[in-house]
């Protein structure tokens, strides 16, 4: 049974659907203004791989992350660029896809984007003001915080604390200094839209209650993002969608920590604020990718080079294994049966589901991957070859593959069959004497980091 921590109860608890066999999923997306940060990176990846399990499980996931598509910074940045805000919005949407992608992240069930459900957001906030949660301003419209009873209890913080800090900036015309603005009156220059209230736009919090109950429904199975989303902008969701809804919001919630930059935290401040669009001209995405799971997801992370590097060289241990066994196959002959290897390799399989099972713990499930590896290179010492046994150990290195999201093999240089068949061509031209063919091929491999490694079985090549 899967188990996983819900920040709403400081608890693991067991995982039990709304649907038996369907996962609601609704997780907090970028504001498209700029190209991803590493940080918006994290939980990118880290539910990525939450989604991938419960799929594996045999879950059907509607997984749905939103864009952010209008709010200040956009607005800001597309008056800067003498641009529009969907312009701004468009360019950098595509290339979080690019830059995702890239991670190897599958695409949501949906990604809505705000602009695209303005009447729904007039509808949602007209529902709050008719049930006095809600009241209109100046233009602007506000949600009463101290009207829904339970606020702070994702955070787990008292209205009496929270009012302490808590201002009313000039402009505001709230009732109380802790209401949050559910709709901003249009300023001059800027984008808006029609509403009983007048011209203007959404505020942040709203534009998520409103797009996960368009799209999964008034409750939810689990509601994810960063841990820097828990106050206020969970907080204000759970208010205002249990408000409008009369019904529990989402039954788990799940938070990823922060990552520093070199023990520091990151920001432009100091100057360590990393795109992910840069990162990865530089490092492997699947590189990335192998060194962020390789924490669990609601520890914080420290970024830096020497352990990116650590990551990358453990990631090439599991790739050389599986590559080995790939060869192998190719050319061995079944000539004894190791049946007791096939239950060496399901219990560490079953390891890896135990690390999954228990709140995806992803550092433990690569552990098991590394044992994995460590055990099909013991094997592939043997010289004697059970197929069933090299077939076991491909299968499982394909389903830890699969469910973390990290490639066994690179997309860039020479495929797998393209190097067998350098290969074959080398030894044709070393048996008929064109040794300078051979030497050509030889270099070629050389240069793609192919080392060609000859065993009493013939010739077998790794990654190195």
Not at 69 to 79: C, F, H, W, Y
Not at 375 to 393: G, P, Q
């Amino acid at each position: 049974m899967i188990t996983l921590y819900n920040t709403l109860t400081r608890k693991k608890e067991p995982f039990v659907p709304i649907e038996e066999g369907k996962v609601s999923m609704y997780v907090c997306g970028p504001t498209v203004y700029n190209y991803i940060h590493i940080g918006n990176a994290r939980p990118a990846i880290s539910f990525d791989v939450v989604r991938r399990y419960f799929e594996y499980k045999g879950y059907d996931v509607n997984y749905v992350s939103n864009f952010t598509d209008v709010d200040d910074k956009l607005i800001r940045t597309a008056n800067e660029l003498g641009e529009t805000v969907p312009e701004v919005a468009d360019r950098f949407i595509k290339a979080y896809f690019e830059d995702t992608h890239a991670l190897n992240c599958k695409t949501a069930t949906v990604h809505p984007r705000v602009m695209d459900h303005m009447d729904d957001i007039v509808d949602f906030i007209q529902v709050l003001i008719d049930k006095g949660y809600a009241y209109a301003n100046g233009g602007d419209v506000y949600f009463r915080t101290r009207k829904f009873d339970g606020y702070g209890k994702l955070s787990q913080q008292s209205i009496d604390e929270l009012k302490v800090g808590a201002r009313i900036q000039q402009g505001e015309l709230k009732e109380d200094a802790l209401d949050f603005a559910l709709w901003k009156a249009a300023k001059p220059d800027e984008i808006k839209w029609n509403s009983p209230w007048g011209e203007g736009r959404p505020g942040w919090h709203i534009e998520c209650s409103v797009m996960a109950r368009k799209h999964l429904g008034d409750t939810i199975d689990i509601h994810a993002g960063g841990s820097d989303l828990t106050f206020p902008h969970h907080e204000n969701e759970i208010a205002q969608s249990e408000a409008h809804n009369d019904t529990s919001f989402a039954h788990y919630w799940l938070h990823n920590g922060f990552i520093n930059i070199d023990n520091e935290k990151m920001s432009k401040s100091l100057g360590n604020f990393i795109l992910v669009h840069d990162i990865i001209k530089q490092i492997n995405p699947n590189v990335l990718r192998f060194f962020m799971i390789s924490v669990h997801y609601r520890n914080p992370i420290n970024y830096n080079m020497e352990l990116v590097n650590s990551a990358k060289s453990g990631l090439e241990r599991i790739q050389n294994a599986y590559q080995a066994l790939v060869e192998r196959k190719r050319i061995s002959v079944d000539v004894v049966s190791h049946q007791e290897i096939i239950a060496d390799i399901d219990a560490i399989l079953g390891r890896f589901e135990e690390a999954m099972d228990d709140d995806f713990n992803t550092a433990n499930a690569v552990t098991s991957w590394y044992e994995l590896a460590k055990l099909a290179n013991v094997y592939n010492a043997n010289t004697s070859t059970d197929l069933k046994v090299i077939e076991r150990f491909i299968e499982v290195f394909g389903i830890m593959s699969e469910v973390l999201g990290v490639d066994l093999q690179e997309d860039n240089g020479l495929l797998d069959e393209e190097v067998e068949r350098l290969i074959e061509e080398r030894q044709e031209a070393r048996a008929s004497k064109d040794f300078k063919r051979a030497d050509e091929i030889r270099d070629l491999l050389k240069e793609q980091n192919i080392i060609l490694e000859d065993t009493a079985q013939g010739v077998r090549f790794r990654r190195g």
